[in-house]
C-alpha cells in the first residue's frame, strides 16, 4: 500500500515562508499518473482544499492561498512539494497531502505566529 511521509511544518512568523514536502513509497511506479495535493484543517475547523497537482502538471488553488502558494512535484524523488510564502496567522493548520485522494499522509503543523 502506497505511504506517504510529510515534513516541513513549524513555526514561522507572519509573512515568513515554509516548504511541505510529501514522500510516497510504495507506488509501484505509478507516482507520476496520480494526482496529488493538500488539504488543511485549522482548530474548529472543517478540512479545505489547498492545493493540487495533476499529471502532467497542471494545478488548481483555493482562492485563499492564490498567488502565495505554489505545490510542484518531483517523479523522480516520488515527492510533491507546497511552497508557503507570505503566510498569514490564518494559514495555521494541521496539513495533509494525498495521494489520488485515496492515501492520506499523517499531517505536519504549520503554525503561523509573532
Known amino acids: 500500500q502506497v505511504q506517504l511521509v510529510e515534513s516541513g511544518g513549524g513555526l514561522v512568523q507572519p509573512g515568513g515562508s515554509l516548504r511541505l514536502s510529501c514522500a510516497a513509497s510504495?507506488?509501484?511506479?505509478?507516482?507520476?499518473?496520480?494526482?496529488m495535493g493538500w488539504y488543511r484543517r485549522a482548530p474548529d475547523k472543517e478540512r479545505e482544499f489547498v492545493a493540487l497537482?495533476?499529471?502532467?502538471?497542471?494545478?488548481n488553488y483555493a482562492d485563499s492561498v492564490k498567488g502565495r502558494f505554489t505545490i510542484s512535484r518531483e517523479n523522480a524523488e516520488n515527492t510533491v512539494y507546497l511552497q508557503m510564502n507570505s503566510l498569514k496567522p490564518e494559514d495555521t493548520a494541521v496539513y495533509y497531502c494525498?495521494?489520488?485522494?485515496?492515501?492520506w499522509g499523517q499531517g505536519t503543523q504549520v503554525t503561523v505566529s509573532s
Open positions: 497537482i495533476g499529471t502532467p502538471g497542471n494545478t
Open positions: 510504495r507506488t509501484r511506479g505509478g507516482f507520476s499518473f496520480r494526482p
Open positions: 494525498h495521494f489520488d485522494f485515496s492515501v
